[in-house]
């Protein structure tokens, strides 16, 4: 299973972006019955949840990312989407997406967001 994320990029405080991770090399029943989500690290930092999804569709965020990101997911596409609105530059990171399917964790690479003040 690959993940591949994108989307990352530059933006000024108060901006929005969208960040999407695709799936390959797995079945659908698999993706669809998995778990995935969005961890950050910022420099310095330990790694973070950021925001995850279950397979139902119920959904937890990070308290300091509540209203304003928003997950979700595409079964069909096998991929998963974090909305980032009113960005912060606290929220300067890199982000990493995964999918837990199959009682294993799968990550991507990871894509730098910067939010300049």
């Known amino acids: 299973v690959q993940l591949q994320a994108s989307g990352g990029g530059s933006v000024q405080a108060g901006g929005s972006l969208k960040l999407s991770c695709k799936a390959s090399?797995?079945?659908?029943?698999s993706f669809w019955s998995g778990q995935m989500g969005w961890y950050r690290q910022a420099p310095g930092k330990q790694r973070e949840l950021v925001a995850e999804i279950r397979s139902g569709g119920s959904s937890n965020y990070q308290d300091s990312v509540k209203g304003r990101f928003t997950i979700s997911r595409d079964n069909a596409k096998r991929m998963h989407y974090l909305q980032m609105n009113s960005l912060e530059p606290e929220d300067t990171a890199v982000y990493y997406c995964?999918?837990?399917?199959?009682?294993?964790?799968?990550w991507g690479k990871g894509t730098q967001l910067t939010v300049s003040s």
């Open positions: 090399g797995i079945i659908l029943s």
């Open positions: 995964y999918v837990r399917a199959n009682s294993r964790h799968y």
